[in-house]
């Protein structure tokens, strides 16, 4: 029997933890494979999901793991788990002859497609060429490790796919793994950096573009989407200025009802931020207890209190990260001219002052 025909995968699985024990290489091979390093064993036995290996080379890089190698076998344990019911590839470089391409699966059980993206955000329809994130917001807990294969960004005139405007790896997920959070890669955003010099901008600033999430993406059971979705986005100029809310209109409520705080932005701010970015306090230095929400496009919010409010000075406090569509704060520019100095944040603009039945004003 052939060394191609003793080779077979075995796989095992914890919860979050899979292994992919490649069996059947000799003992002569496996000897000297234990005296490879990791980027060397990667190149013999590199990893891929099945749609990657349709033609004569795979068009997208393996995936990310660590490799043991012991006297019966060579395991794969990748960064991120399996997706149950997705189809996967080892390519075996090492053994005798041609490389082979072993498949294998995680079984999944069958189960219909009921995970969505439920928004993403910025919600608005425009954005700023140094853009520093997007989110994607999903209505079920996702896998890992699709974002890079089911996540696009195209031009809207054409559809042509704007390459790797965003940090692949580590994927950027809440812990309920239902929010994506997608980086702009930052060495393409700050001037004078050799990415920005040699790449340029993600983004161009007049050019619409549309980020699609297609219906390949599987949820933690391993369904897929019940259908894809995209947002277009207009693309504005720079933005490098500091968040002022010296800037922001209050609207305020009047004592003896339970109307909301409102406050509106002079520009759209980051979304996952501003839904804990704020605090109202009483006179006494105490929490007042309320609903905030955020308002459409990100360029307002507003503040419900749980029982009506009391006549008195109340004190707004921001979070000073509190960042704006590119990444600045109330604390710094995010791309700062490294010539000249930054002036130093104002620590009293990270509360606004108001006493109900006056104007809102910052002293």
Request: glycine letters at 6%; proline letters at 10%.
């Amino acid at each position: 029997m052939s060394a191609r025909r003793r080779l077979a995968i075995e796989l095992s699985a914890a919860e979050r933890s899979h292994r992919v024990r490649l069996l059947g290489l000799p003992a002569e091979t496996l000897r000297r494979l234990a005296t490879l390093g990791e980027q060397e064993l990667a190149r013999e036995f590199p990893v891929y999901p099945r749609e990657h290996l349709a033609g004569e080379a795979p068009d997208f890089a393996p995936m990310a793991g660590r490799y043991e190698v012991d006297p019966a076998a060579v395991t794969f344990v990748p960064r991120y788990p399996l997706v149950p019911g997705l189809d996967y590839a080892m390519v075996v470089r090492a053994a005798e002859g041609e490389p082979q391409r072993l498949a294998f699966r995680l079984p999944a059980a069958p189960s219909e497609p009921t995970a969505e993206v439920l928004a993403i955000y910025p919600s608005g329809d425009r954005l700023v060429r140094n853009q520093l994130k997007l989110y994607v917001e999903f209505s079920a807990s996702m896998s890992e490790g699709q974002a890079a294969s089911h996540v696009r960004l195209e031009r809207a005139d054409g559809g042509e796919r704007i390459e790797d405007p965003f940090v692949p790896e580590p994927e950027l997920w809440d812990r309920e793994h239902r929010r994506l959070t997608l980086l702009f890669d930052p060495g393409r955003l700050k001037r004078g950096l050799r990415p920005q010099l040699e790449a340029g901008y993600p983004l161009q600033e007049g050019v619409a573009v549309r980020l699609v999430v297609d219906e390949g993406f599987r949820d933690a059971a391993g369904n897929p989407l019940r259908e894809p979705f995209a947002r277009r986005y207009e693309v504005d100029r720079d933005l490098r200025a500091r968040v002022d809310p010296r800037d922001w209109e209050c609207r305020l409520p009047p004592a003896g009802a339970a109307e909301p705080l409102r406050v509106r932005f002079d520009r759209p701010l980051d979304h996952a931020l501003l839904r804990h970015a704020f605090e109202v306090i009483d006179a006494a230095g105490r929490p007042v207890r309320g609903r905030p929400e955020v308002g459409p496009a990100e360029r307002s919010w507003s503040f419900t209190p749980a029982a009506p409010w009391l006549p008195g000075d109340y004190r707004l406090a921001a979070d000073p990260r509190l960042e704006d569509l590119a990444g600045n704060s109330l604390a710094h520019v995010f791309d700062r001219d490294l010539a000249s100095d930054e002036e130093p944040s104002d620590p009293s603009l990270e509360v606004v002052s108001f006493t109900l039945h006056a104007l809102c004003g910052g002293d």
